[in-house]
């Protein structure tokens, strides 16, 4: 966010949750509604989820591999940013999965019925481990949804499936360390832009194979209602809180006639 920027205005902003209606407040004056995230507000969820299902969130994108991203005035390159953050979490998680008796899976980006998208997707994690790879897929267009609600504990780096995983009550734990791997102090780290320590229950911003190590076997060896009761304590509901879409209904209405919001 470019901070020396003043006098921006927009009619309606529909943001995430409290946190980030907050920090754009700063920037940008007009209405700001904590709204949540409208695929993730419509779908309901179908599936349960089922018992040592270990999976992991892919922000796998073809696009992104010839390109530099500047963060802080640092320039990072493709392996720095993605491949070398997803080498160090996916070996270790086939590793924990081996050891515990838990299925791995990958919640892949792509569709399925987009194959050249989905043949580069698996061919990048298939170079980034020695062990079979499979993905977790569902038959329509809101598979990533129905994947994260199927498995008993996600794992994300950054990924907006991940905290709205967690919106939906899911174990979902977060391994935040591109900024740590980048070298970009304070970059991306869990719960932006609320404070929170380096390590916690769910999180680590730190690339550190302990700390995966008990990340992983709190939430696993945990019944839903402590992971419930837990979580509270954090007001993960500030980052992103599941609502309905009957707001953003409203404001069309309004805009297009004359109901009050």
């Known amino acids: 966010i470019n901070k020396n920027i003043s006098n921006y205005h927009v009619d309606y902003q529909l943001v995430f949750g409290q946190a980030i209606e907050h920090e754009y ?12 995230s409208f695929l993730n507000n419509y779908l309901k969820k179908k ?3 089922h018992k040592n299902i270990l999976a992991y969130i892919s922000q796998y994108e073809t696009s992104f591999e010839k390109q530099k991203f500047k963060f802080k005035k640092k320039i990072v390159n493709f392996d720095n940013f993605f491949r070398k953050c997803d080498f160090l979490i996916i070996n270790y998680l086939q590793y924990y999965a081996k050891k515990n008796n838990k299925n791995f899976y990958i919640i892949p980006r792509s569709n399925k019925n987009n194959y050249l998208f989905r043949k580069r997707e698996k061919e990048y994690f298939e170079n980034l481990s020695n062990e079979k790879i499979e993905f ?6 809101l598979s990533s949804y129905h994947a ?13 499936l991940g905290y709205e995983s967690l919106s939906r009550g899911n174990k979902t734990v977060f391994f935040s360390i591109r900024g740590s791997i980048c070298g970009i102090k304070d970059f991306n780290t869990f719960g932006w832009p609320l404070k929170y320590s ?3 229950l769910f999180w680590t911003n730190n690339p550190n194979k302990k700390t995966f190590l008990k990340i992983l076997d709190y939430a696993f060896n945990n019944s839903e209602e402590t992971w419930k009761n837990d979580i509270k304590m954090f007001h993960v509901s ?7 879409n009957d707001l953003l209904t409203k404001i069309i209405n309004k805009e297009l006639g004359d109901i009050k919001i």
């Open 25 to 36: 407040k700063k920037y940008l004056s007009g209405n700001t509604f904590n709204f949540g």
């Open 47 to 49: 599936y349960s989820s």
């Open 136 to 141: 977790l897929d569902f038959d329509d267009c």
């Open 148 to 160: 994260v609600d199927y498995s008993d504990v996600v794992v994300s780096i950054d990924s907006t």
């Open 198 to 200: 380096n390590d916690g």
């Open 238 to 244: 500030k980052l992103l809180k599941r609502k309905n």
